[in-house]
């Protein structure tokens, strides 16, 4: 009866039970690598899907066509257009201020399994998911400049909450030898740095692009008139003038009433003497210069402002604008001590232009100009900062020299996108989009 306790061969079963069980574990490792390297890339389509649809959507608010963005960006990443589901969640879903509308980019694939078949499991689906939209960019100062030196001077530029860029590839591309200091929240500059720099710039940055390249100049009108009455000339008194086509108009004294209609301004318009005028809301075509530099008061009410010529106050009474865009093709002097104030304005010009004193402009939020407080196209331009100066929104000036500078001034939230900038005083920056949560300057930022 000893075969009862005959124990031979069992070393054999327990081998072949083991080697079944380690077989089948090497098959999940196997598998589940394999897997977990496919998900990351379907993760990186997911990615590269939410990221072209919230930048598609940024500037067509259109989710048919973010749709198609971002199942195309998927395409590209190895994974059809069939497999991603694209939806549009609403802010209220991330809490973001800077947009209303997120793009979810949602791809399933489902991917064969190798060795796991053979415990019957043939496939597995992948799922990633990734929501993108709009966030604020750190920005403040773009300098699009790619020769030479493109940020210096002697002053002390504060600007601790924004970044600044540097597109020069020169050497010598951020050049504060002169005693001139940048205290920021980061420089980047392609090139090289000299001078105090706090933090030090982070050299060898791939240069920016223009982030407002696509934004258009006004359509401006024009028109000489024919069958113009002479200049008009007041020297005292009070006046009103109808709509009509003038050779232009002199006050130096009283005030004079442009009563609303179509003006036609073959000429400047000078202010002087004391003298106080108000444009009613109407269309004026000026050409040649709207020169304020009296010590009364001009209000420029809403309507459209066509100037040929420059848009200065230069005396010491105020300037009113209204709501609106502005176009002065000659440029801006607004360097008197007199107040320039306009809610909601936008300027467009071509010529140099200088801005100092008392002044509180900001820019439109929302519409067509929205966020854009100046849109120079050529010439230099200078702001100098005061302590009775407000200044907010975007400074666009993509191919002129800026010479920031004044005694600094902590109302100054304004973004800058210009040829290259000079330092001087002491200037301070705060972020535009601080006061505009849906500033053109935000970045298509990835929230989940």
């Given at each position: 009866?000893?075969?009862?306790?005959?124990?031979?061969?069992?070393?054999?079963?327990?081998?072949?039970?083991?080697?079944?069980?380690?077989?089948?574990?090497?098959?999940?490792?196997?598998?589940?690598?394999?897997?977990?390297?496919?998900?990351?890339?379907?993760?990186?389509?997911?990615?590269?899907?939410?990221?072209?649809?919230?930048?598609?959507?940024?500037?067509?608010?259109?989710?048919?066509?973010?749709?198609?963005?971002?199942?195309?960006?998927?395409?590209?990443?190895?994974?059809?257009?069939?497999?991603?589901?694209?939806?549009?969640?609403?802010?209220?879903?991330?809490?973001?201020?800077?947009?209303?509308?997120?793009?979810?980019?949602?791809?399933?694939?489902?991917?064969?399994?190798?060795?796991?078949?053979?415990?019957?499991?043939?496939?597995?689906?992948?799922?990633?998911?990734?929501?993108?939209?709009?966030?604020?960019?750190?920005?403040?100062?773009?300098?699009?400049?790619?020769?030479?030196?493109?940020?210096?001077?002697?002053?002390?530029?504060?600007?601790?909450?924004?970044?600044?860029?540097?597109?020069?590839?020169?050497?010598?591309?951020?050049?504060?030898?002169?005693?001139?200091?940048?205290?920021?929240?980061?420089?980047?500059?392609?090139?090289?740095?000299?001078?105090?720099?706090?933090?030090?710039?982070?050299?060898?940055?791939?240069?920016?692009?223009?982030?407002?390249?696509?934004?258009?100049?006004?359509?401006?009108?024009?028109?000489?008139?024919?069958g113009c009455t002479k200049q008009k000339t007041y020297t005292r008194g009070f006046h009103t003038l109808a709509s009509g086509c003038y050779d232009g108009i002199l006050i130096s004294g009283g005030s004079l009433t442009l009563t609303g209609g179509n003006y036609v301004i073959n000429g400047d318009i000078t202010i002087t003497g004391g003298a106080s005028v108000t444009f009613d809301s109407g269309n004026y075509i000026i050409n040649g210069n709207l020169a304020h530099s009296s010590g009364g008061t001009v209000t420029l009410n809403?309507?459209?402002?066509?100037?040929?010529?420059?848009?200065?106050?230069?005396?010491?009474?105020?300037?009113?604008?209204?709501?609106?865009?502005?176009?002065?093709?000659?440029?801006?002097?607004?360097?008197?001590?007199?107040?320039?104030?306009?809610?909601?304005?936008?300027?467009?010009?071509?010529?140099?232009?200088?801005?100092?004193?008392?002044?509180?402009?900001?820019?439109?939020?929302?519409?067509?100009?929205?966020?854009?407080?100046?849109?120079?196209?050529?010439?230099?331009?200078?702001?100098?900062?005061?302590?009775?100066?407000?200044?907010?929104?975007?400074?666009?000036?993509?191919?002129?020299?800026?010479?920031?500078?004044?005694?600094?001034?902590?109302?100054?939230?304004?973004?800058?996108?210009?040829?290259?900038?000079?330092?001087?005083?002491?200037?301070?920056?705060?972020?535009?989009?601080?006061?505009?949560?849906?500033?053109?300057?935000?970045?298509?930022?990835?929230?989940?």
């Amino acid at each position: 009866m000893r075969f009862r306790k005959d124990e031979s061969g069992q070393m054999i079963v327990m081998l072949a039970v083991s080697m079944t069980a380690l077989m089948a574990f090497m098959a999940l490792a196997v598998d589940v690598g394999i897997l977990f390297h496919v998900r990351r890339e379907v993760q990186i389509a997911a990615d590269a899907a939410a990221m072209a649809g919230a930048l598609d959507y940024h500037y067509n608010q259109s989710q048919s066509l973010a749709r198609t963005a971002a199942q195309t960006a998927a395409s590209q990443n190895g994974v059809s257009s069939g497999s991603v589901n694209v939806t549009f969640p609403t802010s209220g879903s991330y809490g973001s201020p800077y947009t209303t509308v997120f793009v979810q980019a949602i791809v399933t694939v489902p991917n064969p399994t190798m060795f796991m078949r053979l415990f019957g499991m043939t496939s597995v689906n992948l799922v990633s998911s990734a929501v993108a939209g709009q966030g604020a960019s750190q920005g403040c100062v773009w300098s699009l400049g790619v020769s030479g030196t493109d940020i210096s001077g002697s002053g002390a530029l504060t600007a601790t909450g924004c970044e600044i860029y540097d597109n020069s590839s020169s050497g010598s591309a951020l050049d504060l030898s002169g005693g001139g200091s940048i205290s920021a929240k980061q420089v980047g500059v392609t090139g090289g740095s000299i001078g105090s720099v706090n933090p030090r710039a982070i050299r060898g940055m791939i240069p920016v692009k223009d982030p407002l390249a696509g934004l258009a100049a006004p359509g401006i009108p024009g028109s000489s008139g024919s069958g113009c009455t002479k200049q008009k000339t007041y020297t005292r008194g009070f006046h009103t003038l109808a709509s009509g086509c003038y050779d232009g108009i002199l006050i130096s004294g009283g005030s004079l009433t442009l009563t609303g209609g179509n003006y036609v301004i073959n000429g400047d318009i000078t202010i002087t003497g004391g003298a106080s005028v108000t444009f009613d809301s109407g269309n004026y075509i000026i050409n040649g210069n709207l020169a304020h530099s009296s010590g009364g008061t001009v209000t420029l009410n809403s309507g459209s402002y066509t100037i040929s010529g420059a848009l200065s106050n230069s005396g010491g009474g105020p300037l009113s604008l209204s709501s609106g865009q502005y176009v002065a093709e000659g440029g801006l002097d607004l360097t008197g001590p007199g107040a320039v104030t306009g809610a909601g304005v936008s300027f467009y010009t071509g010529g140099s232009s200088t801005l100092s004193g008392s002044m509180n402009l900001t820019a439109p939020i929302g519409g067509a100009e929205n966020g854009i407080l100046i849109f120079q196209a050529g010439g230099t331009l200078t702001i100098l900062e005061t302590g009775n100066m407000t200044l907010q929104g975007i400074v666009y000036a993509p191919s002129a020299p800026l010479t920031v500078g004044g005694a600094g001034s902590s109302s100054v939230y304004a973004d800058f996108v210009v040829g290259s900038l000079n330092i001087t005083g002491t200037p301070q920056l705060q972020n535009y989009a601080l006061i505009n949560k849906g500033t053109p300057l935000t970045k298509i930022v990835m929230v989940q």
